[in-house]
């Protein structure tokens, strides 16, 4: 027993020299190399991380555990476990594996992209101010040197920051569903792609007329061969940055386009107001929350989607005003529509729809109900809330439909089980008229932006479904957590 201590003991001073070694390794690094902390810090990371896990692979061999359980064929089992693998156990790897983040507001974040006019003038004033190296006597030489400088300069004044502005444009890889979908809906997926490439040609272009004419400058036979080659060189570089300048225009009209679109934060619980088009959207997001959307009397106002902000319990949520949905298949709908329907798909929202039951908005009621049936059936787990907008003016209507919520329904054994909200009978409902649509939606929740009326109700219903919703989030987080705790005890085991 006393030479197993001894064994375990100096296997365990082994194990902490080699991780202390590694760790003053990742020091001196850090007090001896100049380069910037972050450097530094990287470096370090990865060296304490690698002597974390050689700290576990050695503590494991100590126990007796395979270290290579799985030994390549033909090397026996003692040997492939006598010998320390690189990389740390399976177990360990697995419980490293990360998915890569989505990078999220990149949009938004992307450069202002100068004129190719002011872009091109600013280069060539900068290549005039070049001087000659230091130190040189000779004329030619001078020459030479001021004529090859004059060129480099100009070339990298003219491709550089192209070089810079293409890299700050994302990867479509890169975005979340949502931004991404919202990038191919505003400019297309394709065109963006191509905008990117056709840039990096005219960089690419521009850096081998810039070299190829440097160079020749630089080994001109006189001082009059290198004047010229930089005269010849400075205006081939014009000519070619004109002949490649609309893709530099298409660069700035895509980065104005993409920075104009709403910072959408996909971490946040979002309200996402829907229905057909001047229903009455905009009005309830100014009323609600911080947004200021523009609100007019004709249809599809809302061109794209407009943000504002309210809070809940001190938890900060999103509303959207997205465009309005007309009956219709996916095929035959545009742009804004298909807008909507990938903020609802991409987005962790609740789902407020809203109905003009006076047909003011210029859909029928049948097409309002239609559309709501297709979303229901679309996004069947979305919170729901109905709204029926514009209440002042349908007094009548909402008299007649609780006097037919009271007449018993044929396919229901209680009197309003045709209005239960999410029942299979309202959504199966054959729905014609205002008052059959009140009928079936007891639940709705009736407002009217002109007198304010219902919209306490409004809120207070809002505020029930998020929270109901906060709480089902937080409950199924809790379940994967655990779930994800446990699979990681198996693991270690």
């Given at each position: 027993s006393s030479s197993s201590s001894s064994s375990s003991s100096s296997g365990s001073s082994r194990s902490s020299s080699s991780c202390s070694s590694l760790s003053l390794a990742a020091r001196r690094i850090h007090s001896?190399?100049?380069?910037?902390?972050?450097?530094?810090?990287?470096?370090?990371?990865?060296?304490?991380?690698?002597?974390?896990?050689?700290?576990?692979?050695?503590?494991?061999?100590?126990?007796?555990?395979?270290?290579?359980?799985?030994?390549?064929?033909?090397?026996?089992?003692?040997s492939a476990g006598s010998s320390l693998r690189l990389g740390p156990p399976p177990a360990v790897a697995q419980l490293q594996v990360q998915k890569p983040k989505k990078r999220v507001g990149a949009l938004q974040r992307l450069p202002v992209i100068p004129p190719p006019e002011e872009l091109a003038a600013s280069a060539l004033k900068r290549s005039l101010k070049v001087q000659p190296a230091a130190?040189?006597?000779?004329?030619?030489?001078?020459?030479?040197?001021?004529?090859?400088?004059?060129?480099?300069?100009?070339?990298?004044?003219?491709?550089?920051?192209?070089?810079?502005h293409l890299k700050s444009f994302p990867q479509l890889s890169a975005l979340h569903p949502f931004e991404a979908a919202l990038l191919d809906l505003t400019v297309g997926a394709a065109t963006y792609a191509s905008v990117l490439g056709k840039a990096d040609v005219l960089r690419k272009a521009l850096q081998e007329v810039g070299?190829?004419?440097?160079?020749?400058?630089?080994?001109?036979?006189?001082?009059?061969?290198?004047?010229?080659?930089?005269?010849?060189?400075?205006?081939?570089l014009a000519v070619v940055f004109a002949k490649g300048s609309k893709a530099v225009e298409d660069l700035k009209r895509v980065s104005r386009a993409l920075r104009s679109l709403p910072y959408v934060d996909p971490s946040l619980p979002t309200l996402a107001l829907v229905g057909a088009p001047n229903v009455g959207?905009?009005?309830?997001?100014?009323?609600?929350?911080?947004?200021?959307?523009?609100?007019?009397?004709?249809?599809?106002?809302?061109?794209?989607?407009?943000?504002?902000?309210?809070?809940?319990?001190?938890?900060?949520?999103?509303?959207?005003?997205?465009?309005?949905?007309?009956?219709?298949?996916?095929?035959?709908?545009?742009?804004?529509?298909?807008?909507?329907?990938?903020?609802?798909?991409?987005?962790?929202?609740?789902v407020v729809f809203v109905a003009d039951l006076t047909e003011e908005c210029g859909t029928s009621v049948a097409d309002q109900w239609a559309i709501r049936r297709e979303l229901r059936a679309r996004f069947p787990a979305k919170p729901?809330?109905?709204v029926l907008s514009k209440s002042d003016l349908l007094q009548d209507v909402w008299q007649l439909a609780e006097q037919q919520q009271q007449q018993p329904h044929p396919n229901s054994s209680s009197s309003s089980g045709a209005g239960v909200l999410g029942g299979a009978a309202a959504a199966a409902a054959d729905v014609q008229d205002a008052v059959q649509f009140a009928a079936a939606l007891p639940g709705a929740v009736r407002v009217s932006s002109v007198t304010e009326q219902g919209l306490v109700q409004l809120q207070e219903g809002l505020v029930q479904m998020l929270q109901s919703d906060a709480a089902t989030t937080e409950a199924a987080a809790g379940a994967a957590l655990v779930q994800e705790h446990s699979s990681t005890a198996s693991l270690l085991q």
């Amino acid at each position: 027993s006393s030479s197993s201590s001894s064994s375990s003991s100096s296997g365990s001073s082994r194990s902490s020299s080699s991780c202390s070694s590694l760790s003053l390794a990742a020091r001196r690094i850090h007090s001896s190399q100049k380069a910037p902390y972050k450097t530094h810090k990287s470096q370090i990371n990865r060296l304490e991380q690698a002597a974390a896990i050689g700290l576990a692979a050695l503590q494991a061999q100590q126990q007796g555990s395979p270290l290579a359980p799985d030994a390549p064929p033909g090397v026996p089992a003692a040997s492939a476990g006598s010998s320390l693998r690189l990389g740390p156990p399976p177990a360990v790897a697995q419980l490293q594996v990360q998915k890569p983040k989505k990078r999220v507001g990149a949009l938004q974040r992307l450069p202002v992209i100068p004129p190719p006019e002011e872009l091109a003038a600013s280069a060539l004033k900068r290549s005039l101010k070049v001087q000659p190296a230091a130190g040189l006597k000779n004329e030619a030489d001078k020459e030479r040197s001021r004529a090859a400088k004059q060129l480099d300069t100009h070339m990298k004044e003219l491709s550089v920051p192209l070089s810079r502005h293409l890299k700050s444009f994302p990867q479509l890889s890169a975005l979340h569903p949502f931004e991404a979908a919202l990038l191919d809906l505003t400019v297309g997926a394709a065109t963006y792609a191509s905008v990117l490439g056709k840039a990096d040609v005219l960089r690419k272009a521009l850096q081998e007329v810039g070299k190829g004419f440097a160079n020749r400058a630089a080994n001109a036979a006189n001082k009059r061969a290198a004047a010229a080659v930089a005269e010849e060189g400075s205006a081939s570089l014009a000519v070619v940055f004109a002949k490649g300048s609309k893709a530099v225009e298409d660069l700035k009209r895509v980065s104005r386009a993409l920075r104009s679109l709403p910072y959408v934060d996909p971490s946040l619980p979002t309200l996402a107001l829907v229905g057909a088009p001047n229903v009455g959207k905009s009005s309830l997001v100014r009323v609600l929350s911080s947004g200021v959307p523009e609100v007019c009397n004709y249809p599809f106002t809302t061109r794209s989607i407009k943000m504002g902000h309210f809070y809940v319990d001190g938890q900060r949520h999103q509303i959207t005003d997205t465009p309005g949905l007309l009956q219709r298949p996916d095929e035959d709908r545009n742009k804004m529509e298909l807008l909507t329907l990938a903020a609802l798909q991409h987005l962790p929202s609740s789902v407020v729809f809203v109905a003009d039951l006076t047909e003011e908005c210029g859909t029928s009621v049948a097409d309002q109900w239609a559309i709501r049936r297709e979303l229901r059936a679309r996004f069947p787990a979305k919170p729901w809330l109905d709204v029926l907008s514009k209440s002042d003016l349908l007094q009548d209507v909402w008299q007649l439909a609780e006097q037919q919520q009271q007449q018993p329904h044929p396919n229901s054994s209680s009197s309003s089980g045709a209005g239960v909200l999410g029942g299979a009978a309202a959504a199966a409902a054959d729905v014609q008229d205002a008052v059959q649509f009140a009928a079936a939606l007891p639940g709705a929740v009736r407002v009217s932006s002109v007198t304010e009326q219902g919209l306490v109700q409004l809120q207070e219903g809002l505020v029930q479904m998020l929270q109901s919703d906060a709480a089902t989030t937080e409950a199924a987080a809790g379940a994967a957590l655990v779930q994800e705790h446990s699979s990681t005890a198996s693991l270690l085991q």
